[in-house]
């Protein structure tokens, strides 16, 4: 029996397989540390196939992707003067075959598909942690947080916030039907609950952000053109000054007070300074991608020991741009970022200067939730996560998904029906 292409590789008719190869990205991502390296070849196998599926979909406008080619390219690169070549070789072609995973997925699933399958999955990969039910002790603070199956509270944060800002994207822009409901609500539910039981506060903090970005979005689809792009302007413009009073106010530390914790027993603080004094060192082109925590070298073990991570792996700066500036120095902290914000302001300037779409607002809401983590997180910079896979799908968005067009072979004279006499 042969599948029809459109069912693989159409986004207006692959939503079954497109929500099935989400799903399954999403519980790689979330657990291939568990159940090894069978499910990061089922990440690869739900994607990359597609290439020879319809190889022609993926050439054209491949131009409009050079951003995310030039810095893997770049991290690539690094191998030459990393601290530790053999580890950057590896981690950068992982890097680079991840962002290749994202943009086959952006030229062959829409968002409404991405948004299913992240329902499905996150769905089940918080069933199998409430099913596990861990937890953890932090030992800088003494309390004890839900992780479930996962490393730390603030990843299984990470997706439970996801898992209700895909639910509530859902049923307002993306909805058919009343059985819409039914796949939302207990993904929301479940999310809620152990967003709540997770402490994680800087998903706490980030998720209400998000979600009134969205309705300030929203609420611009009344307006015309014109009008809308002066309160979108204009609201970004408090959003962004109420934030900024904010945190010179403390918001971070109200935040964490809520949990019973500040901004020094995080560690946070701690970890910011030692990232600047180990940026002095290679400022430029950093110590290599992948190439700082790594076994055996003397200041990622003293990190290690200080912060009792005794798996000594799985650590980092808790911030993207000084995790980049240390293992990419200068230039790749300002390929990264140009990444980040051409992304977002592209989905903006859709919501605003085109007719309204609920897709690039679903897409800016996904960059604002990432944009501000990345100043308390490290979600974009490593492959096989869930942060960076959604930025380059994001990003690969921007440019509009090439239509395939089939080829009229023309009649020529020898073929013409000779004349009846």
Same mark, same amino acid.
């Given at each position: 029996m042969k599948?029809? !292409?459109?069912?693989?590789?159409?986004?207006? !008719?692959?939503?079954?397989?497109?929500? #099935? /190869?989400?799903?399954?990205?999403i519980w790689a991502f979330s657990y291939s540390v568990i159940f090894g390296q069978m499910m990061i070849l089922a990440y690869?196998?739900? =994607?990359? +196939?597609?290439?020879?599926?319809?190889?022609?979909?993926?050439?054209?406008?491949?131009? &409009?992707? =050079?951003? +995310?080619?030039? #810095?893997?390219?770049?991290?690539?690169? &690094?191998?030459?003067?990393?601290?530790? +070549?053999? *580890?950057?070789?590896?981690?950068?072609?992982?890097?680079?075959?991840? *962002? /290749?995973? /994202?943009?086959?997925?952006?030229?062959?699933?829409?968002?409404?598909?991405?948004?299913?399958g992240a329902l499905i999955g996150i769905f089940v990969v918080l069933l199998y942690s409430l099913k596990v039910g861990g937890y953890s002790e932090d030992v800088l603070d003494g309390t004890y947080n839900f992780v479930?199956?996962?490393?730390? !509270?603030?990843? *299984?944060?990470?997706?439970?916030?996801?898992?209700?800002?895909?639910?509530?994207? #859902?049923?307002a822009f993306l909805r058919r039907g009343r059985l819409s409901f039914i796949l939302a609500m207990p993904v929301v539910l479940l999310s809620?609950?152990?967003?709540? *039981?997770?402490?994680?506060?800087?998903?706490?903090?980030?998720? +209400?952000?998000?979600?009134?970005?969205?309705?300030?979005?929203?609420? &611009?689809k009344l307006l015309s053109r014109r009008y809308r792009r002066v309160i979108v302007l204009v609201g970004a413009g408090l959003i962004g000054v109420v934030a900024i009073v904010a945190l010179n106010l403390g918001l971070m530390d109200f935040v964490l007070g809520i949990f019973g914790k500040d901004s020094t027993l995080t560690g946070r603080t701690y970890l910011w300074e030692q990232g600047w004094s180990a940026v002095q060192k290679s400022p430029i082109l950093g110590v290599g991608y992948a190439a700082y925590w790594v076994q055996g070298f003397a200041e990622a073990e003293r990190l290690w020991n200080e912060f009792y991570i005794t798996a000594r792996s799985g650590f980092h700066f808790h911030n993207t741009y000084i995790e980049a500036l240390v293992e990419l120095g200068f230039v790749g902290a300002v390929m990264i970022s140009l990444i980040i914000l051409r992304t977002l302001l592209g989905h903006l300037a859709a919501v605003v200067l085109r007719t309204w779409q609920p897709e690039p607002v679903v897409l800016a809401g996904v960059m604002v939730l990432l944009l501000i983590r990345s100043f308390v997180e490290v979600d974009i910079l490593s492959p096989y996560i869930m942060g960076s896979f959604l930025l380059y799908y994001s990003f690969f968005k921007l440019a509009p998904v090439p239509v395939m067009q089939r080829r009229r072979v023309p009649v020529g004279p020898a073929e013409a029906k000779p004349a009846q006499g």
């Open positions: 599948i029809p !292409k459109s069912l693989l590789v159409d986004p207006q !008719k692959n939503s079954v397989y497109g929500s #099935f /190869a989400v799903a399954v990205s690869y196998a739900v =994607w990359l +196939p597609l290439i020879l599926v319809d190889y022609r979909r993926f050439l054209r406008q491949l131009s &409009s992707a =050079w951003l +995310p080619l030039l #810095f893997a390219a770049y991290i690539c690169s &690094s191998v030459f003067w990393s601290q530790a +070549p053999g *580890i950057t070789a590896r981690t950068a072609v992982q890097y680079f075959s991840h *962002i /290749a995973c /994202a943009y086959v997925a952006a030229r062959t699933v829409s968002v409404r598909t991405l948004t299913i479930g199956a996962f490393a730390s !509270k603030n990843q *299984i944060g990470f997706v439970s916030s996801l898992g209700i800002y895909f639910s509530v994207v #859902f049923l809620g609950y152990l967003l709540a *039981i997770s402490h994680s506060a800087t998903s706490v903090a980030s998720i +209400p952000a998000v979600l009134a970005l969205i309705a300030l979005l929203a609420m &611009s």
